[in-house]
């Protein structure tokens, strides 16, 4: 199946900082790359997704950039706040299903 | 948030011990999935269906088994328990996966397994 690369697995920023979250893929022919979000003791939840035929696309304080050529898209946050703490999975579809990356733990401290 | 439940919530279990876990949508969704959440593993698929019937392996289908006699139910079973399955288990559903359309996956609110 796909091969899905996320880094780092653990970040830390400060209040009002960027954060920057990579994710790699294997296959060439992925064409849908969405975000998800997981709070503590929660369910995951789509926060923004990306189309191969856009290279990014902005949702207020989150972005999402996509490499086709490299095979890499990324989500950033800026201005971040301590409700932005989650754990945060990149995805990439495989046929009909989502293929995760193992996730980053995203810490904003006051 | 969609319609779908996941039973039961939690459940501890013996190894070697039949367990079904129930995925249950009110969405008439056509797409659900099997997921298992470990850390330092992020999310694997263990199985997921694209309607009655119709069921596919995912990167972590040994020792998992589905069925989906009807549109609204999806059920995972472990024919035999063992320590290495305690997880949190996640059903997910979805309308359009993976035919260009309105894409989103929305989670259920996830089973916690133990086997001992």
């Known amino acids: 199946g796909e091969n899905v690369e996320q880094h780092p697995s653990t970040l830390s920023v400060q209040e009002g900082d960027s954060a920057v979250i990579k994710c790699t893929y294997s296959d060439s022919a992925s064409n849908y790359f969405p975000w998800y979000k997981q709070e503590l003791g929660k369910r995951p939840q789509l926060i923004i997704d990306i189309r191969s035929n856009v290279g990014e696309k902005k949702d207020q304080r989150i972005a999402v950039t996509l490499n086709k050529t490299a095979k890499h898209f990324s989500l950033h946050i800026t201005e971040t706040q301590p409700e932005d703490s989650a754990v945060y999975f990149c995805?990439?579809?495989?046929?009909?299903?989502?293929?995760f990356g193992k996730g980053t733990s995203l810490l904003v401290t006051p | 948030d969609a319609g779908i439940t996941q039973s039961p919530r939690h459940k501890v279990t013996e190894t070697g011990t039949p367990v079904t876990l129930r995925c249950h949508q009110t969405?008439?969704?056509?797409?659900m999935y099997w997921y298992r959440q470990d850390p330092g593993h992020g999310l694997r698929l263990i199985h997921y269906s694209y309607g009655v019937k119709d069921t596919d392996k995912g990167e972590v289908s040994d020792g998992y088994s589905v069925s989906r006699s009807k549109t609204e139910d999806f059920l995972l079973t472990l024919e035999s328990a063992t320590s290495s399955q305690t997880s949190v288990y996640f059903c997910?559903?979805?309308?359009?996966?993976?035919?260009?359309?309105?894409?989103?996956?929305?989670f259920g609110s996830g089973t916690q397994l133990s086997v001992l």
């Open positions: 995805a990439v579809l495989s046929g009909y299903a989502l293929n």
């Open positions: 997910a559903i979805s309308e359009s996966l993976g035919s260009g359309g309105y894409e989103k996956l929305f």
């Open positions: 969405e008439n969704h056509r797409y």
